[in-house]
């Protein structure tokens, strides 16, 4: 958290250096491989959320979790890239926070590869909570 707070600051000319560069223990390494979480685990989460203060959350829980995509995807998505009919999403913008010359504000922007325009299958939780937010 550090890192990329002191590099706004730079980019604010708030400070001249970020201090924090270089102070990363396994900066440059190579990244650990990530483990899904199991559908046990993905259930008890679902439960806990569905039954407690919680519940409005829950759609947008299992779209995230049904689909894979990231923050800046989930919160760019319109109902244009919904397609309940073929229970497809597409992916070919996201929502990002960052000052381009125009002060820091959230922007629509392309994926930074070609790998991240991409069409998700919908499960039928996913297409589920769509029909939930619609209503």
Request: overall charge negative; cysteine-free; aromatic content about 12%.
């Amino acid at each position: 958290m550090l890192l990329p707070a002191f590099g706004m600051a730079v980019e604010d000319d708030i400070i001249r250096k970020n201090p924090a560069i270089y102070t990363l223990g396994d900066y440059g390494r190579e990244a650990k491989e990530k483990e899904a979480l199991s559908v046990e685990d993905q259930e008890a989460i679902f439960a806990f959320v569905e039954n407690g203060i919680y519940s409005n959350y829950l759609p947008l829980l299992q779209v995230m979790v049904g689909t894979a995509v990231r923050a800046g995807e989930f919160i760019g998505l319109t109902w244009d890239d919904i397609d309940l009919a073929n229970r497809e999403v597409t992916i070919d913008h996201q929502f990002v926070y960052q000052n381009y010359g125009d002060g820091y504000k959230f922007h629509l922007k392309e994926p930074k590869t070609d790998a991240g325009v991409r069409t998700i299958p919908m499960t039928s939780a996913v297409k589920k909570a769509f029909l939930k937010q619609r209503e």
